[in-house]
């Protein structure tokens, strides 16, 4: 499922019949490609209206022939109006007398959804299932729902008490996009919030990719908060993101090819759509954060561990190794890639679904 943009400006106009045409004409050819070339401008689009209006004001019901156009742009937040560039922007004053407008900042409203807070940065989670704690932290540019999405929740609520949670940057948690607000200590850090929020000491993990190697730093920052640790696809010395180095989340494109140059694989058309439907510049700047060495932390575990990988991912070989050197169980996922290693859940939890039962403890109180 495409994630929703979190902040929107909305411009709804009425114009004059004679004015429709001229109106039209500017927007399209001339104010729209100006608006979303605007710094803190994600996109933009128009929609005109089709059939009557149905009004309602107190009690009392109308309605109305009126063709009203709508603009509709994603953006960073309410200050995207305040930049230079977009106060600098002319041409609608000429329209002023034949025109009744209104203009607004719409935020995405998040209903009950939970949040923890970490420092200021809004983690969203939700819990589902019954049983002992297991955290699931999705892997990059992914979100808690996709662990509905391909079947993990329902094969694990059974016996679980599942913890989603959305990474930084993703879903429907804050997204930053200064790269320094990315570091490992603050994603650990956002991991024991959402624990501390449901009032847990500690709890089994399963992470995968991204979330993996936040598992790795856990490990390392925060062991007391683990009972299990499973890992998917991930070595404590992730490397090879040398190609986020120089953009900076204004292309989709360029990111996509930078992605693909990462994980060594290319991306089905339906999931570089659902990728670029995220906040590319939070993303990029995921990339960013400094990444460091934790391999040391391989010698530490002391939980029960399992590590897994799809044996078509240019991880397996060394990730193989890191379970030989942290004396791990070592799962691996015939014919699977990156990709595939987390969206086909069952080979998945064919091969590490014992492991969780077996090692899952109710943490101590």
Known sequence: MPELPQCLLI?????????????????DEEHLPEAVACPGVLSGARYVSEGKAALSAGGEYASSDARTYV??????GPET???????????WYQFAEHITSRTQVFRRHVGTMPFADNAGVGINYEVVGDGPPLLLHHGFTRSLRDWHDFGYVAALAGDFHLILMDSRGHGASDKPHDPAEYALELRVGDVCAVLDELDLVRANYLGYSMGGRVGFALAKFAPQRLSSLAIGAATPLDTGFEPFADIDGSDGEAFIAALEAVVGEKMPPELRAAMLQNDIRALTAVMQAPMPDLSAVLDDIVVPALFYVGEDDVRFEPLRQCAQRAGAEFASLPGLNHGQGFMQSEPVLAGIGDFLRSTALHPAT
């Open 81 to 91: 109006l305040q930049t230079p560039e977009f106060k600098a922007m002319r041409g």
């Open 11 to 27: 411009v709804t106009a009425e114009i004059a019949p004679e004015q429709e045409e001229a109106w039209n004409r500017w927007y």
């Open 71 to 76: 603009a509709v742009y994603e953006i960073e």
